[in-house]
């Protein structure tokens, strides 16, 4: 039972051009977000998080969507740049015992 | 200051042995969370420990069990492993349990890449 779901194993991606990744969930008990980014050989690093009251949040070249209506939110990187390639993970926190649940990834691939 | 470490970086066994892999988290750190993270698939959830106590638990059979220590450092172990425990484990650390706005600051280490044969 996949509760966060990140439907395209692949992007690719003009530098200087939007990235848009997308992830859905599930369950309506996830009350905050999270994306990280993963580099081979390295563990998952945190990038932008968002709390479930709201609806956008923004750090530098990265802006976290959530529509909660549709459970579904976004992350868009602009511009994008060749050292943005990498997988790229959303995650859900579950309260209750401190859950993290991941989707599956998706590798971006951002071509110079 | 020193990330998250973990040890061994690889492993390998063969089905039915049992494996222990370990954790550092970073200073000051008093929550350990261990994920397994299969190929083509995001981290699961398997504990997470907060004061020597366990305080989180996924959907893994009960051949996994972890432990805490005084010093913070954690330990997860697997029984009568079988093929498909084979998986890169990643440990993270955090100040605190996981709640809004803690789980940022939630730090990963590189993984203990297990193959079992």
């Known amino acids: 039972d996949q509760q966060v779901k990140q439907n395209s194993p692949s992007l690719s991606v003009q530098e200087g051009r939007i990235s848009i990744l997308n992830c859905d969930y599930t369950?309506?008990?996830?009350?905050?977000f999270l994306w990280y980014k993963k580099y081979p050989a390295e563990g998952p690093t945190f990038l932008i998080s968002i709390s479930s009251i709201k609806d956008k949040n923004e750090d530098g070249r990265f802006t976290v969507f959530l529509n909660k209506s549709a459970k579904h939110l976004s992350l868009h990187i602009v511009p994008s740049q060749p050292g943005d390639s990498a997988v790229y993970f959303c995650a859900a926190l579950y309260n209750q015992g401190g859950k993290l649940i991941f989707g599956q990834g998706t590798e971006l691939s951002v071509k110079p | 200051d020193a990330g998250v470490t973990q040890s061994p970086t690889h492993l390998i066994k063969t089905r039915g042995q049992h494996v222990t892999l370990r954790c550092s988290p970073i200073?000051?750190?008093?929550?350990v969370s261990w994920y397994q993270q299969v190929l083509g698939q995001g981290p699961q959830f398997i504990f997470q420990?907060?004061?020597?106590?366990?305080?989180g638990r996924g959907n893994f059979p009960d051949r996994f069990s972890a432990r805490q220590f005084p010093n913070y450092s954690s330990e997860l172990n697997v029984n009568a492993l079988l093929l498909g425990d084979s998986a890169l484990y990643l440990c993270?650390?955090?100040?605190?349990?996981?709640?809004?706005?803690?789980?940022?600051?939630?730090?990963f280490g590189p993984g203990t890449r297990l193959t079992v044969l």
């Open positions: 993270a650390s955090s100040r605190n349990i996981l709640r809004q706005g803690r789980a940022d600051t939630q730090y």
């Open positions: 200073s000051g750190h008093k929550s």
């Open positions: 369950n309506s008990m996830f009350d905050y």
């Open positions: 420990y907060y004061e020597k106590e366990e305080r």
